[in-house]
């Protein structure tokens, strides 16, 4: 309302009538000595006595408002009448009148409202009517009542009012919101001047009562129920990192993958931080403040007070607000912490924080689903942002096998998130969300190609030539298998990401088209259909990422001078990848049946290599050829043979002990096929000529063991040290 020009037009249709000030409409009603202070009067009047002065303006003669000094004069004049003689004059009562009755002015307000309400306003015959006494008292006592609550320092929070008094308050505020819409259609007209100041000065001070206590029960939140945000997936899927690290640990390789439950709303929390009755007094005040003119007010209220609940939600769950610049400088072991907290904050918003806060914006402004909906999309918009913002950060930082399994994570949770965005956020900046989330898991699934990429090269350049002593599995065998064997747990994603990277390559260098990222499932699909019989480009990555390692490990086994060990270490190392390849069925349905059934054959035949090269060499002493001349035994050439027996076996006894073969089965193998190679005939060569020497020293002296010593050694065999050789990490 313009109360300027209401005083103006007044003044120019009544020059030479003195017009009473109008207040102004944003200050409390103040009495007229307030409003023109003498000299003596004191301005430091506290509340109290403004509150005892409301009460006194409301004297009422015939239905006019009399204000204090009016009433004074009117009891001069009768004190007059009764000095000039009239004997049988009124008696004046000595107390004051009673103030009118709040019930029954707020009818007469209703009453008002609705006849203001039924003007037509086009015609003469439909001039709004004089406004009647009632509207100042209401006003008046409606500021009394504000005053009660909010005065001095022992103000009246909301939940210490009775409900029935709370829901009172309510309705008078509502009255007066429709009282003031009602009379400011009517501004032009002076003689509602100064009744739409009064109302408009008390409805501020109602909205400004309303609005502290809107404000200090929105701040007055509890953050979601441990169960609630325990329930987040704030682990990885898989238990990758100390399998693949710790290559001298198999407990932890073979740890067995663990998946958290996935985070579910709980029903007793219908709401995030609040309860239902606290939410349906919320709603009041929404409703209160939007229809009484300050929805602006409102809106900022809520917004901040649930964008700082959101805020301290995230921080519970370990998800800490870091720049590109932070995110680039961070070791890894710091940045991996903070994408397991991410991938748990992500999925935790997406499954349960947003719906919730949806929810309780549209039951706080049920009546305005306008505004709850611009209010939900400002807040939860300004979080998705700000995780996504966080996943293209990883996905520029620098590239390194040790990473593929937490962007594989954070991969799988964006391609999650995007067919949920629809059924969470609206449609204004849903497309929006959607094209972030697709771009960053692209950038990703160009890094995971990469290191993949790094991880060939890598294993093709590791040109240590130090052998492993005693023949062991190589680091690089067990790096590469346990970080095969995790790998393929991930086969599905993989699939996904290499077979796009393909169909970007394919678009850019043939075609220069662009390739659909918003869909790359029906891309795929034509692919296969294409090329159903082709090995996918996954599955050739794996198959070359096997076939390197098989060249590497030939090089290595090369720098073993002793061809025995050179073949010990082939058998070891041959055996540890089909046991995981066996032990895998991913990497097992990989690598396929033809792959697998070569590889064991290559097994038998570095087996059949060893003993041939060991034990072939031994039983040639136990030759019976030369040994009969003439039908005698020739005994220089059997102690020779004895001797050259008793050398070689401890020669290999003494050497082979210390080899190292540490699958018990494949140890168990060997020396169950050495015994059935070398025992029997040791003991048919012992048992024709051992007649030959005589008793005593000359038997000892030749004959050094008896075929259970024989064994006994045997099982002696592959028993070295087996502390695993350390290598660098790719």
Known sequence: MDTEKVKQTSNENNPMDKQPEIPDASLPLKDEAEINPSPSANENESKSAEKDNILEKLLVEDGVIKRKDDADADDGAKTDDVKEGDEEAAVVEDSSPLPPDLDKVSEEIDQFISDLTNLKGDDDESKPPDVPVCVEQFAVLVEAKIEGYNGGDA????????????????????????????????????????????????????????????????YDYKINPD??????????????????????????????????????????????????????????????????????????????????????????????????????????????????????????????????????????????????????????????????????????????????????????????????????????????????????????????????????????????????????????????MNYLKYVAEYRDTLEQVFREHQMIERADSNTGSDFDCQNPQGAQNNQQDTSSNKPSPFETHMIKVMDLLDANLEGKSRFYKDTSLSTIFMMNNGRYILQKIKGSPEINSLMGDQWYRKRSSDLRQYHKNYQRETWGKLLHCLNYEGLNVNGKVNKPILKERFKSFNTMFDEIHKTQSTWVISDEQLQSELRVSISNMVIPAYRSFLGRFSQTFTAGRQTEKYVKYQPEDIETHIDELFDGNTTPWGRKKL
């Not at 009282?179 to 009517?186: D, G, I």
């Open 155 to 218: 103000s009246i929070k909301w939940g210490q009012l009775p409900q029935e008094e709370a829901t009172s308050f309510l309705d008078i505020v509502d009255r007066i919101s429709k009282l003031l819409t009602s009379l400011c259609k009517f501004s032009s007209e002076y003689k509602y001047a100064y009744s739409i100041s009064c109302v408009d000065g008390v409805l501020q001070r109602a909205m400004s009562y309303i609005e502290e206590e809107y404000k200090s029960i929105l």
């Open 227 to 480: 169960s609630d945000i325990n329930n987040a997936d704030t682990s990885s899927a898989k238990p990758h990192k100390e399998a693949v690290n710790s290559s001298s640990s198999e407990a932890n390789q073979d740890a067995e993958k663990d998946s958290p439950a996935e985070s579910k709303p709980s029903e007793e929390n219908k709401f995030p931080g609040y309860s239902e009755e606290i939410v349906a007094t919320l709603n009041k005040f929404s409703k209160a403040l939007v229809a009484g003119g300050y929805e602006t007010e409102c809106r900022q209220v809520y917004f901040i007070a649930r964008r700082k609940a959101l805020e301290e939600s995230l921080h519970k769950l370990g998800f800490e607000k870091y720049s590109i610049d932070d995110v680039q400088k961070m070791n890894w072991d710091s940045l991996e912490r903070e994408i397991t907290a991410w991938i748990g904050t992500f999925r935790h918003c997406t499954n349960v924080l947003f719906s919730s806060e949806r929810k309780l914006a549209d039951a706080v402004f049920a009546d305005q689903p306008s505004i709850a909906e611009t209010i939900f999309s400002n807040l939860s918009r300004g979080m998705m942002i700000q995780l996504l913002n966080f996943a293209e950060a990883v996905s520029m930082t620098k590239r390194a096998a040790e990473k593929l399994f937490k962007f594989l994570d954070i991969y799988e949770t964006l391609r999650d998130f995007v067919p949920l965005v629809d059924t969470i956020f609206p449609a204004s900046y849903a497309d929006e969300l959607k094209a972030e989330a697709t771009l960053s898991r692209g950038r990703l699934g160009e890094s995971m190609v990469s290191i993949f990429s790094e991880l060939e090269n890598s294993i093709q350049g590791d040109s240590n030539k130090t052998p492993v002593p005693g023949g062991a599995v190589h680091p690089l065998t067990r790096y590469i």
